[in-house]
């Protein structure tokens, strides 16, 4: 709500508001790591939805809140070949390779987001606003997926590579996918910052003469940037 100067033309910015409003938003997100084997890309995204208290005193602008946060992100491994020995049947060794190509690590996470942030109202209505946010993550689950061609060889009874043996489990180009249990993050602070433009809706006590106490209606349209590290346990 909004309290005008008495007597005095006025602004959406003169005096004090206190100000509750819901914030939804979309981002590019991808997670970062330093495996050699491991890519930051393809990425993928996050969506918020929150609810927030802003305390507007001339320029000066505070913000808190909680939003609760979906992230689903990809991250391409390179191809991988393990090798290793096991007895047949018949009790012959042989050797055993599996050629894993094509491989996307899937991460989706829930997060409630508590941001503590202070800005300034710059020209007419734009805005910056910087501060941590903490995070927290609520649930989250992992899948891997690639394509495995699986061959043998017999180096001490037989000459060539087996492959394409589907009745003895060695095949070609077969779809994989496993899941697994969530990334273990811990509570993090996320260093925010965010660019826009405020919209006054209402124009009750705005350019008016009177005093008046009324509700005060704003759409904000803006950018942000939000960085985190911390992953205790990555792939």
Not at 93 to 100: A, E, G, H
Not at 190 to 216: N, Q
């Amino acid at each position: 709500r909004s309290l005008s100067s008495m007597g005095l033309r006025t602004t959406q910015y003169d005096g004090v508001h206190h100000l509750i409003g819901i914030t939804l938003d979309g981002s590019y997100s991808a997670l970062f790591n330093n495996m050699p084997n491991v890519a930051h890309s393809p990425g993928g995204y996050g969506v918020g939805l929150g609810l927030h208290y802003a305390y507007l005193n001339g320029k000066l602008l505070v913000q808190a809140g909680a939003d609760v946060r979906w992230q689903d992100v990809q991250n391409r491994v390179n191809d991988i070949t393990l090798e290793r020995t096991d007895i047949d049947t018949w009790g012959l060794p042989f050797n055993l390779k599996y050629d894993m190509v094509n491989r996307l690590d899937r991460s989706r996470n829930i997060y409630v987001e508590v941001p503590l942030q202070v800005g300034f109202i710059m020209v007419g209505g734009c805005y910056i606003l910087f501060g941590p946010k903490l995070n927290f993550q609520l649930w989250g689950n992992t899948t891997s997926t690639n394509i495995t061609t699986t061959t043998a060889q017999y180096p001490d009874r037989y000459i060539g590579l087996f492959e394409e043996m589907d009745n003895h489990g060695i095949r070609k180009e077969v779809p994989l996918s496993t899941t697994h249990d969530r990334l273990k993050f811990k509570l993090d602070v996320m260093a925010s910052v965010e660019l826009g433009y405020e919209f006054a809706i209402s124009t009750k006590g705005y350019r008016s003469y009177r005093k008046d106490d009324t509700d005060d209606f704003r759409l904000r349209i803006g950018g942000f940037v939000d960085g985190i590290e911390g992953a205790e346990d990555r792939r």
